[in-house]
């Protein structure tokens, strides 16, 4: 599980990521990959933020696939599993939409950035040359019935690619600020 940050450090660390030019005036995520990356288990951090430092709210996550997703990633894409890119700030990302027709969500915005990993070691990898596109790179949860207050321990083949938040009620809570937005902004670091 990812260490404890203080809104501070996050923001110190979100200034000196890759790629940023500022903070986003209206509400953005900050998500904290694990270094630990425990295969299949949702240790990532999922940070909800206002402008530069009006934190709202956090949940546990994962921007790995699970194993079944690292095992399996040929039935999508012969090239490898995708892993969200780290270090990078991605700005409007994502919008408002539909995961699979079944659940909201924030769909690709514009194209994601990431690697492919196929070495079947069942660890997620951010190895070889990076990679750019439409490839279905969502935030969603881990249940269709929005109603159903589930937490689950285990990502299964819940992500394939996607960040994908354990907790429905927490998720939902996120989601549902975003609801004035046109598009979110995304800051992944590693934890340090």
């Keep these: 599980m990812v260490r404890a940050y203080t809104d501070d450090e996050l923001m110190e660390l979100a200034m000196n990521t890759r790629g940023f030019t500022h903070f986003p005036e209206d509400k953005w995520l900050m998500i904290v990959r694990s270094k630990a990356d425990k295969p299949n288990e949702f240790d990532d951090k ?15 996550c994962t921007t790995n696939p699970g194993t ?10 012969r090239k490898g599993a995708f892993v969200l890119a780290s270090n990078l700030w991605q700005y409007d990302v994502w919008k408002k939409g539909s995961h699979r027709g079944k659940m909201d969500a924030l769909v690709q915005n514009k194209k994601i950035f990431g690697y ?28 269709y019935n929005k109603f159903k207050n589930y937490i689950l321990k285990l990502i299964g083949r819940w992500s394939t690619g996607c960040v994908v938040g354990n907790n429905v009620e927490k998720y939902y809570s996120i989601l549902g600020r ?12 590693t934890e340090k």
């Design 46 to 60: 999922c940070y909800q933020y206002e402008g530069k430092g009006k934190f709202l709210e956090v949940m546990t």
């Design 68 to 77: 079944y997703g690292l095992l399996n990633f040929f039935k999508w894409n």
């Design 116 to 143: 492919r990993d196929n070495d079947k070691d069942m660890k997620s990898e951010e190895l070889g040359v990076m990679v750019s596109g439409w490839y279905g790179i969502n935030f969603h949860t881990v249940s």
């Design 178 to 189: 975003f609801k004035r937005q046109k598009t979110v902004s995304i800051c992944v670091i």
